[in-house]
């Protein structure tokens, strides 16, 4: 009979086209990492399947005018992949390579991330397939203000609150903000996090990401006997997160030796002045031309002689046929999913300890956190207080991991989706199914 079939296994767990399993590109790489820690998952495995399964997708057309009279129309999206443990969480990237696929993606990424440093959050993340640096300020603002209409039905402060990433930056949020404030009739500083200072921003967003990625390093290097005083250190992205890593290094006495973005890639083998490049990046936008550097071969970044790499730029950089030539004893992964599931392996095999980005970049979210927090309370902390709050966060989250890893002799990744996979599901198993 018709209901009857409707509850065989096999209808249950048929998946929508664009869940093929088969799916390659970094949803396919997200359900691998799934499948390897569902064995460590005991009784809560039974609630697997709703981690391979987005909760909401919604793809938006953004049509706005150009400055030249045409009408121009993006491809915009904002997926919310789980809220078990609170509302969605992550940021929205404006790229001209965004797909569904890398959004779903980001946002499962966003519910392990926000898990693993127990952040009260689902995940979720949004994007829109467009090359801003191709657009006027006024394009890109009526570009932000109808994507946020678009999405409307999903963000708000208690449901889903969207934060910077690739190419976003705190005007950006600033329009959104503003854009469903008008939208709902009330300032609503607390839809979205990343917000410059004076609109409810939080003192040490900006960096949080960056410091995060330097904490974790640190408490690896700890571990594994790596004297920071003279590390020789590589950055790929040298934007918000791998600037400020960058930066947080050379100040702890590390030599930051070749950094690469999509301007080229430079080289000193000294070690850069790490201030004078990010003034030369803000004043260029990117560092290609610095003066105290050699040019080196894009593809000859990835042999560089370092002791610790940062991928800091885009997902699925570190391949298969570039994890080979690594040097580094240390990848801390700055970026969401630079490293692809078969250069993972390769980097173990060498003995290459790889901090994953569902821990190593979560200091951005854990900021985003207190942002959102000091909004609902309108009473504002210093500087010192969220680096110390961060900093203890990320080191309780980060031995908590480690200890994992040792217990299951697992790799980092695999701990962390161990630990955030058993806090969401525990949080599904709790609430049961509605209705
Ligand atoms: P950003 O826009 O500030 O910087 C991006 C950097 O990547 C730039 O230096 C750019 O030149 C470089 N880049 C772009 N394309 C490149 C290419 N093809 N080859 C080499 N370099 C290239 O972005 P960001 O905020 O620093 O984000 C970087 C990564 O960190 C992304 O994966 C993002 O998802 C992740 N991340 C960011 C945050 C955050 O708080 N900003 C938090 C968590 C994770």
Request: glycine letters at 12%; one cysteine or more.
């Amino acid at each position: 009979m018709q209901v009857k079939d409707s509850h065989t296994a096999a209808a249950t767990h048929a998946l929508p086209s664009y869940l093929d399993p088969s799916h390659v590109g970094p949803w396919g790489i997200y359900l691998q990492q799934v499948d390897r820690v569902t064995p460590y998952l005991g009784s809560l495995a039974r609630w697997v399947e709703t981690l391979k399964r987005p909760k909401r997708i919604l793809v938006v057309d953004v049509p706005i005018e150009m400055d030249d009279g045409t009408i121009a129309h993006f491809e915009g999206y904002r997926v919310q992949h789980n809220l078990s443990r609170g509302p969605g969480k992550g940021g929205v990237r404006f790229h001209q390579d965004v797909t569904l696929s890398e959004v779903m993606a980001l946002s499962a990424w966003m519910s392990i991330k926000n898990a693993a440093v127990n952040v009260p959050y689902g995940g979720a993340k949004g994007g829109i397939r467009v090359d801003p640096k191709k657009l006027s300020t006024a394009e890109l603002e009526r570009l932000t203000r109808r994507y946020t209409s678009e999405i409307g039905l999903l963000i708000g402060p208690t449901k889903d609150i969207p934060a910077p990433d690739v190419n976003t930056n705190g005007q950006v949020m600033a329009w959104m903000m503003d854009t469903y404030s008008m939208n709902t009739g009330a300032t609503a500083t607390g839809v979205v996090t990343g917000k410059p200072i004076d609109l409810g921003g939080s003192l040490g967003r900006v960096e949080a990401t960056g410091r995060g990625v330097f904490t974790v390093g640190v408490e690896a290097a700890k571990l594994t006997g790596l004297n920071l005083q003279g590390a020789r250190v590589a950055v790929q992205g040298f934007g918000n997160v791998g600037g400020t890593a960058g930066k947080l290094f050379a100040e702890a006495g590390a030599k930051v030796v070749a950094v690469q973005d999509h301007t080229g890639t430079i080289f000193n083998n000294n070690g850069f002045d790490v201030p004078a490049l990010l003034e030369h990046v803000g004043n260029t936008g990117g560092v290609g031309g610095f003066a105290d550097s050699e040019v080196m071969d894009n593809a000859d970044f990835w042999a560089v002689d370092c002791d610790i790499l940062i991928p800091a730029a885009l997902e699925g950089q570190i391949t298969k046929d570039n994890a080979g030539q690594i040097k580094a004893k240390l990848v801390i992964e700055g970026a969401n999913g630079p490293t692809t599931p078969e250069a993972d392996d390769i980097l173990t095999d060498k003995g290459v300890l790889v901090l994953p980005d569902v821990i190593a970049n979560a200091g951005g979210v854990t900021v985003s956190y207190f942002e959102w927090v000091q909004d609902f309370s309108s009473f504002f902390w210093t500087e010192d207080e969220i680096n110390a709050r961060l900093v203890r966060i990320m080191q309780e989250a980060f031995a908590g991991v480690w200890a994992v890893a040792q217990e299951h002799k697992v790799s980092l990744r695999t701990a962390t989706f161990i630990v955030a996979c058993k806090r969401i599901l525990h949080a599904r198993e709790m609430r049961g199914l509605y209705p």
